[in-house]
Protein backbone atom coordinates (compact mmCIF):
# COMPACT_ATOMS: atom_id res chain seq x y z
CA UNK A 1 0.00 0.00 0.00
CA UNK A 2 1.39 3.11 -0.74
CA UNK A 3 0.11 4.80 2.65
CA UNK A 4 -1.52 8.50 2.79
CA UNK A 5 -0.87 10.60 -0.14
CA UNK A 6 -1.23 14.48 0.52
CA UNK A 7 -0.84 16.74 -2.63
CA UNK A 8 0.67 19.10 -3.09
CA UNK A 9 3.13 18.40 -0.59
CA UNK A 10 4.33 22.44 -1.03
CA UNK A 11 2.25 25.46 -1.71
CA UNK A 12 2.73 29.02 -1.70
CA UNK A 13 0.07 31.27 -2.33
CA UNK A 14 -1.29 35.16 -2.48
CA UNK A 15 -3.34 36.53 0.55
CA UNK A 16 -6.83 36.00 -0.46
CA UNK A 17 -6.43 32.86 -3.05
CA UNK A 18 -8.40 29.49 -2.33
CA UNK A 19 -6.11 27.56 -1.29
CA UNK A 20 -7.63 23.28 -2.09
CA UNK A 21 -5.50 20.49 -0.25
CA UNK A 22 -6.23 16.65 -1.36
CA UNK A 23 -5.72 13.63 0.49
CA UNK A 24 -6.39 9.84 -0.70
CA UNK A 25 -6.70 7.43 2.74
CA UNK A 26 -5.13 4.13 2.61
CA UNK A 27 -7.67 1.75 1.40
CA UNK A 28 -10.27 -0.06 3.61
CA UNK A 29 -9.96 2.92 5.94
CA UNK A 30 -12.97 4.26 6.80
CA UNK A 31 -11.87 7.44 9.38
CA UNK A 32 -10.14 10.04 7.61
CA UNK A 33 -8.54 12.75 9.63
CA UNK A 34 -7.17 16.51 8.92
CA UNK A 35 -4.71 18.20 11.37
CA UNK A 36 -2.84 21.47 11.69
CA UNK A 37 1.38 21.49 12.35
CA UNK A 38 2.32 24.66 13.87
CA UNK A 39 5.52 25.99 15.92
CA UNK A 40 2.78 27.66 18.32
CA UNK A 41 0.07 24.97 18.70
CA UNK A 42 1.33 21.79 17.75
CA UNK A 43 -0.78 19.23 16.17
CA UNK A 44 -4.61 20.58 16.44
CA UNK A 45 -7.37 18.23 14.73
CA UNK A 46 -9.60 20.41 12.52
CA UNK A 47 -11.77 18.21 11.07
CA UNK A 48 -12.70 14.19 10.63
CA UNK A 49 -15.01 11.74 8.93
CA UNK A 50 -16.23 8.61 9.47
CA UNK A 51 -17.78 6.00 6.14
CA UNK A 52 -17.28 9.73 4.28
CA UNK A 53 -19.51 11.87 6.83
CA UNK A 54 -18.32 14.75 8.65
CA UNK A 55 -18.40 14.08 12.27
CA UNK A 56 -16.38 16.66 14.61
CA UNK A 57 -15.42 19.60 12.41
CA UNK A 58 -15.28 21.83 15.83
CA UNK A 59 -11.35 22.36 15.49
CA UNK A 60 -12.22 24.38 12.23
CA UNK A 61 -10.93 27.70 12.81
CA UNK A 62 -13.60 29.90 11.04
CA UNK A 63 -15.73 29.34 8.12
CA UNK A 64 -12.72 30.24 5.96
CA UNK A 65 -12.03 26.65 5.78
CA UNK A 66 -14.25 23.56 4.36
CA UNK A 67 -13.83 20.24 3.77
CA UNK A 68 -15.13 17.33 2.14
CA UNK A 69 -15.11 13.90 1.36
CA UNK A 70 -17.20 13.25 -1.48
CA UNK A 71 -16.42 9.15 -1.33
CA UNK A 72 -13.44 6.97 0.45
CA UNK A 73 -11.00 7.13 -1.43
CA UNK A 74 -10.81 11.29 -1.66
CA UNK A 75 -10.87 14.26 0.55
CA UNK A 76 -10.66 17.92 0.53
CA UNK A 77 -9.88 20.68 2.56
CA UNK A 78 -10.11 24.14 1.02
CA UNK A 79 -9.21 27.55 2.35
CA UNK A 80 -11.27 30.37 0.89
CA UNK A 81 -10.03 33.23 0.97
CA UNK A 82 -6.23 31.98 2.30
CA UNK A 83 -5.02 34.86 5.27
CA UNK A 84 -1.10 34.67 6.19
CA UNK A 85 -2.06 33.42 9.39
CA UNK A 86 -2.97 29.73 8.20
CA UNK A 87 0.59 28.82 7.05
CA UNK A 88 1.29 25.51 8.69
CA UNK A 89 1.85 22.19 7.54
CA UNK A 90 -1.48 20.11 6.84
CA UNK A 91 -1.50 16.55 7.50
CA UNK A 92 -4.25 14.29 6.64
CA UNK A 93 -4.31 10.56 8.83
CA UNK A 94 -7.04 7.51 7.78
CA UNK A 95 -7.21 4.67 10.38
CA UNK A 96 -9.75 1.34 10.38
CA UNK A 97 -12.84 1.94 12.68
CA UNK A 98 -11.77 -1.41 14.41
CA UNK A 99 -8.06 -0.19 15.47
CA UNK A 100 -7.81 2.76 17.60
CA UNK A 101 -4.42 3.14 17.25
CA UNK A 102 -3.27 2.36 13.85
CA UNK A 103 -3.56 6.10 12.67
CA UNK A 104 -1.47 6.75 9.07
CA UNK A 105 -0.33 10.27 8.30
CA UNK A 106 0.81 11.29 5.15
CA UNK A 107 3.83 13.27 4.37
CA UNK A 108 2.07 16.40 4.99
CA UNK A 109 1.20 19.88 2.86
CA UNK A 110 3.36 23.14 3.51
CA UNK A 111 1.50 26.23 3.24
CA UNK A 112 2.40 29.38 2.74
CA UNK A 113 0.74 32.79 2.21
CA UNK A 114 2.22 35.64 1.85
CA UNK B 1 -5.91 23.88 30.15
CA UNK B 2 -5.30 22.04 27.33
CA UNK B 3 -6.39 17.88 27.33
CA UNK B 4 -2.75 17.14 26.67
CA UNK B 5 0.51 18.81 27.93
CA UNK B 6 4.33 17.74 27.07
CA UNK B 7 7.37 19.67 27.59
CA UNK B 8 8.60 21.18 24.39
CA UNK B 9 12.27 20.37 25.11
CA UNK B 10 14.55 20.81 23.40
CA UNK B 11 16.04 17.68 24.88
CA UNK B 12 19.85 17.39 23.96
CA UNK B 13 21.61 14.39 25.62
CA UNK B 14 24.46 12.42 24.63
CA UNK B 15 24.94 8.91 22.93
CA UNK B 16 24.34 5.97 24.94
CA UNK B 17 22.24 8.23 27.57
CA UNK B 18 18.47 6.82 29.26
CA UNK B 19 15.64 9.29 27.70
CA UNK B 20 12.37 10.10 29.42
CA UNK B 21 10.03 11.74 27.89
CA UNK B 22 6.81 12.19 29.73
CA UNK B 23 3.12 14.39 28.79
CA UNK B 24 0.10 14.79 31.48
CA UNK B 25 -3.91 14.76 30.46
CA UNK B 26 -6.78 15.94 31.74
CA UNK B 27 -9.20 13.35 29.79
CA UNK B 28 -10.19 10.32 31.90
CA UNK B 29 -12.01 9.15 29.30
CA UNK B 30 -8.89 8.66 27.34
CA UNK B 31 -8.18 4.51 26.53
CA UNK B 32 -5.30 4.44 23.88
CA UNK B 33 -1.89 6.16 24.74
CA UNK B 34 0.29 6.21 21.96
CA UNK B 35 4.14 7.88 21.34
CA UNK B 36 4.68 9.37 17.57
CA UNK B 37 7.97 10.07 16.26
CA UNK B 38 8.48 13.05 13.76
CA UNK B 39 11.79 13.97 12.01
CA UNK B 40 12.09 16.93 10.30
CA UNK B 41 9.82 17.70 6.98
CA UNK B 42 7.78 14.62 7.53
CA UNK B 43 5.03 13.16 9.04
CA UNK B 44 4.57 11.64 12.44
CA UNK B 45 5.28 7.93 12.67
CA UNK B 46 3.74 5.67 15.34
CA UNK B 47 6.02 4.21 17.61
CA UNK B 48 4.83 2.61 20.44
CA UNK B 49 0.71 1.95 21.60
CA UNK B 50 -0.89 0.76 24.75
CA UNK B 51 -4.27 0.45 26.20
CA UNK B 52 -5.09 1.46 29.37
CA UNK B 53 -2.79 1.76 32.08
CA UNK B 54 0.55 -0.42 32.39
CA UNK B 55 3.81 -0.66 30.62
CA UNK B 56 4.75 -1.74 27.29
CA UNK B 57 8.49 -2.67 25.93
CA UNK B 58 9.45 -2.92 22.15
CA UNK B 59 13.07 -3.18 22.15
CA UNK B 60 15.27 0.24 23.37
CA UNK B 61 11.45 1.82 24.10
CA UNK B 62 9.33 1.60 27.25
CA UNK B 63 5.63 2.91 27.71
CA UNK B 64 4.25 3.55 30.89
CA UNK B 65 0.84 4.28 31.18
CA UNK B 66 -0.76 5.55 34.97
CA UNK B 67 -3.84 6.40 34.53
CA UNK B 68 -4.73 7.17 38.39
CA UNK B 69 -1.79 10.09 38.02
CA UNK B 70 -2.90 11.19 34.16
CA UNK B 71 0.60 10.45 33.13
CA UNK B 72 2.07 8.65 30.78
CA UNK B 73 5.86 8.08 30.02
CA UNK B 74 8.28 7.02 27.33
CA UNK B 75 12.19 5.52 27.75
CA UNK B 76 14.53 5.26 25.24
CA UNK B 77 17.41 3.31 26.62
CA UNK B 78 21.04 3.28 24.68
CA UNK B 79 20.19 7.18 22.84
CA UNK B 80 21.67 6.99 19.12
CA UNK B 81 21.78 9.80 17.21
CA UNK B 82 18.97 8.30 14.75
CA UNK B 83 16.62 8.63 17.93
CA UNK B 84 16.99 12.57 17.35
CA UNK B 85 13.65 13.66 16.57
CA UNK B 86 10.48 15.63 17.73
CA UNK B 87 8.37 13.03 19.68
CA UNK B 88 4.99 13.36 20.30
CA UNK B 89 2.30 11.81 22.99
CA UNK B 90 -0.80 11.01 21.60
CA UNK B 91 -4.36 9.79 23.28
CA UNK B 92 -7.17 8.65 21.84
CA UNK B 93 -11.30 8.34 22.32
CA UNK B 94 -12.97 8.56 19.01
CA UNK B 95 -10.01 10.99 17.37
CA UNK B 96 -6.54 11.63 18.38
CA UNK B 97 -4.98 14.37 20.29
CA UNK B 98 -1.72 15.33 20.66
CA UNK B 99 0.78 16.81 22.75
CA UNK B 100 3.18 19.22 20.96
CA UNK B 101 5.86 17.64 20.92
CA UNK B 102 9.44 17.34 22.46
CA UNK B 103 12.73 18.09 20.10
CA UNK B 104 15.13 15.57 20.98
CA UNK B 105 18.92 15.49 19.77
CA UNK B 106 20.80 12.94 20.67
CA UNK B 107 25.02 13.52 19.84
CA UNK B 108 27.45 11.83 19.16
Known sequence: DAGVIQSPRHEVTEMGQEVTLRCKPISGHDYLFWYRQTMMRGLELLIYFNNNVPIDDSGMPEDRFSAKMPNASFSTLKIQPSEPRDSAVYFCASRWGGDNYGYTFGSGTRLTVV | ?108
Open chain 2, 1 to 108: QKEVEQDPGPLSVPEGAIVSLNCTYSNSAFQYFMWYRQYSRKGPELLMYTYSSGNKEDGRFTAQVDKSSKYISLFIRDSQPSDSATYLCAMDTDKLIFGTGTRLQVFP
